[in-house]
């Protein structure tokens, strides 16, 4: 293989940061991963609703769900231990306001071959018939982020991976035997000849590389966690409306993550239009007040059984959004090379398990530059 | 101390650029200072100045403003059904932005919380200049007389659109199928016991007021129709005694003919009357059933009463208060921003 001589610097361990680094250790590359946070996977790859996405989400655009369906069984088999299954998955479509219907999604879920029946009568009764069209039950899980951390960490260290911790890069810079330096905060670096920018919502705050072409969106999410009432104990609701939201387990904490399309963001900026700030300051210093008590009282508009959860902490993070997806149900991945050094690659994706297309783009772009 | 309960204000809104800042932010400040969490929505009725792009401008500013934007003007009435469906406060208080006054919401709200479930808004018009003139008010009290006295409802004249509703009372009127044209003669459904609440309007419109008597008459039929079945009981009633009398008049002519005929031609002058009186029968009947069979024809049509093109909600990059500076966080320096 063509990288048995290339060094790669990783910068970002997430669940992006750590599988590029992998699969280019694997192909025999020496890697080293740095992040700033003293674990893997601490931020938006921990702090979100965790759905392993079976197509149903997007019955707008045909693409990414049916891209979904195909990435599904893979992540499936590969990260066994971190998937938890035991729940039934409910859908459920509303009657005003929604951009499918009912038989709009049955047709969908057709034509995508995901699995969906008419949810059992017990199910269906729970939610209100003047606002619910239909309620169905399909087929997908969470993984449990955590379990996922460890996976990931141990595979980094059997690939021989350098994990650095702790650190936070503030430069890359371009030296005169065309190698990269890749400089931190405090001061320390280390060179290598390619980098690849992970960096989730910071991908637009290090030095040397170019702000991405096409422009971020930087939203403030709240990801509310609750404790279920029984009747709803071993479930999982999706409601699909103009605005929806839903609710799945949380594994690691034993509760469960409570989303509204509406309410989740709690601010939002366009780094072209509002100007660039940092994001980790600016989400630090952001007001944290939940917003759970409007989630629910909308919700339960639907469910009425939700009048019973209990309130117990929420997820605070910077969700990235690529421009060009506010009015489609698209959701490409970014994989940009520098336009002035092509050896620095920035990544972005926005759902974990379009990790399958990220890696076959870096595939593609390593095998068409080869380095003497 | 700031009060749990969550409070949604309703307002449409149409052309209401020049006050409509002026507005949110009264009633925003007196909700925020007073409730944790609150809602104010607005309800777009076809504006065609920039009133919704001030709205969407405004959204980033002031906290807790949601905005549905219709795709057909539906008239006042419907807009605060719409606003009402979408609201999911504890409590609703509806609201016209352009008359009534943000500063007597606590009013409301205290009667609420001494158990009242409904509070209507009555009325004290200043009339003339600033309203919407004395004689479109006379007849708006002839008429709440007169549907008073047909639909035998206990309803003030004087109400108006500024009301409080507890979520029970709105989860209860939405299931009505004719809710969007029954939003001003709500106390008529409900039953449930309410209280009242004298206020005076403003005007922050500043401009003329211009007068629909058409389509003010248009709703006060269907009001009257929709609101019971009396109008044609009555008119049921009425032709029955018609033909009854009609069969006396039959018999009558029937006994003169035979005992009086040659004063026969005499009785030209009745006869017409009879039939005239019979034909203004038939034709009110007629027009009555005519109203309720349009109604049915809506109804079966499914046809969908609004279609909301748009919807944006506030987002207000806001920031944590300022920690006292002698304490000692532990925590990372924090980035000032250029804001």
């Known amino acids: 293989m063509k990288f048995a001589t290339e060094s790669i610097a990783v910068i970002g361990c997430g669940f992006y940061g750590a599988s590029v680094a992998e699969h280019l250790a694997r192909q025999g590359a020496r890697v080293t991963v740095i992040e700033q946070d003293p674990e893997p996977l601490m931020r938006a790859s921990y702090n979100n609703q965790a759905r392993l996405h079976g197509g149903y989400h997007y019955p707008r655009s045909f693409s990414t769900a049916y891209r979904s369906r195909l990435n599904f069984p893979r992540f499936m088999e590969q990260f066994h231990p971190a998937i938890r299954s035991d729940f039934v998955n409910l859908y459920a479509i509303a009657r005003i306001n929604t951009k499918v219907t009912a038989r709009q999604f049955e047709t969908f879920c057709r034509n995508i071959e995901a699995p969906l029946r008419p949810a059992r009568p017990a199910f269906a009764k729970m939610f209100a018939p003047h606002l619910i069209e239909a309620v169905y039950e399909t087929e997908e899980f969470v993984f449990d982020a955590a379990i996922l951390r460890r996976l990931m960490a141990d595979r980094l260290q059997n690939m021989g991976v350098e994990m650095i911790f702790g650190r936070r890069v503030s430069s890359v810079e371009t030296q005169n035997d065309s190698r990269l330096r890749v400089v931190c905060t405090d001061g320390s670096s280390l060179s290598a000849n390619w980098v690849f920018n992970c960096t989730y919502a910071g991908l637009n705050t290090i030095g040397g590389i170019s702000r991405t072409r096409q422009g971020l969106k930087q939203e403030v999410t709240e990801m509310a966690l609750v404790e279920l009432p029984p009747e709803l104990q071993g479930l999982s609701v999706t409601v699909m409306d103009g605005p929806f939201f839903s609710f799945m387990p949380f594994p690691d904490r034993n509760l469960a993550t409570l989303s509204h399309v509406r309410y989740t963001p709690h601010a939002d900026w366009i780094e072209k239009i509002h100007g660039f700030r940092d994001p980790y300051a600016t989400l630090d210093v952001t007001s944290r007040e939940t917003r759970f008590g409007y989630m629910i009282r909308d919700a339960q508009r639907y469910l009425p059984a939700l009048r019973g959860a209990v309130y117990r902490d929420s997820l605070f993070e910077i969700k990235t959004v690529l421009m060009r997806n506010e009015s489609d149900d698209g959701r490409p991945i970014l994989f940009e090379a520098d336009p002035r050094n092509p050896h620095i690659v920035s990544m972005l994706g926005s759902k974990i398990d379009n990790i399958y297309d990220a890696l076959a783009a870096i595939d593609l772009i390593v095998q068409s530059r080869p380095r003497a | ?339």
């Open chain 2, 1 to 339: 101390m700031k009060s749990d309960v969550f409070v949604s204000v309703v307002a449409p809104v149409i052309n209401a650029e020049p006050f409509l800042e002026q507005y949110l932010r009264e009633v925003s400040a007196l909700l925020s200072a007073r409730f944790k969490d609150y809602e104010i929505v607005l309800v777009d009725n076809r504006s065609s100045d920039g009133t919704v792009s001030l709205v969407e401008r405004l959204q980033r500013d002031i906290q807790n403003v949601q905005l549905y934007c219709l795709a057909r003007f539906i008239g006042l009435e419907g807009a605060f059904v719409v606003g009402i469906e979408h609201a999911i406060g504890d409590l609703v208080i509806t609201m016209d932005p352009a008359f009534d006054p943000p500063e007597r919401i606590p009013d409301l709200i205290e009667l609420y919380g001494r158990g009242r479930e409904i509070i209507y808004g009555l009325r004290q018009d200043r009339g003339g200049r600033l309203d919407q003139g004395g004689f479109y008010n006379m007849l708006a009290r002839a008429f709440y007389a007169l549907y008073r006295a047909i639909t035998r409802e206990d309803m003030p004249i004087e109400l108006s659109s500024f009301r409080l509703l507890s979520r029970r009372v709105v989860n209860t009127f939405i299931q009505n199928q004719d809710r969007y044209n029954l939003f001003s003669v709500m106390p008529a459904f409900t039953g449930l016991h309410y209280a009242t609440l004298t206020y005076e309007r403003v005007n922050r419109k500043k401009g003329e007021h211009r007068t629909e008597y058409l389509d003010a008459l248009g709703r006060a039929i269907k009001l009257l129709l929709l609101s019971s079945n009396r109008p044609l009981r009555m008119i049921t009633f009425g032709s029955l005694v018609g033909a009854t009398l009609s069969l006396c008049y039959a018999v009558y002519v029937v006994v003169v003919h035979l005992f009086k005929s040659d004063e026969l031609a005499s009785g030209w002058a009745s006869m017409s009357l009879q039939i005239s009186g019979l034909f203004l029968l038939h034709f009110i009947i007629l027009a009555v059933m005519g109203e309720y069979l349009i109604q049915i024809f809506v109804h079966t049509q499914n046809r969908l009463p609004y279609l909301i093109v748009k919807e944006s909600s506030s987002l207000v990059l806001s920031r944590k208060q300022e920690l006292n500076v002698t304490l000692d966080t532990g925590g990372s320096p924090r980035t000032e921003l250029p804001r």
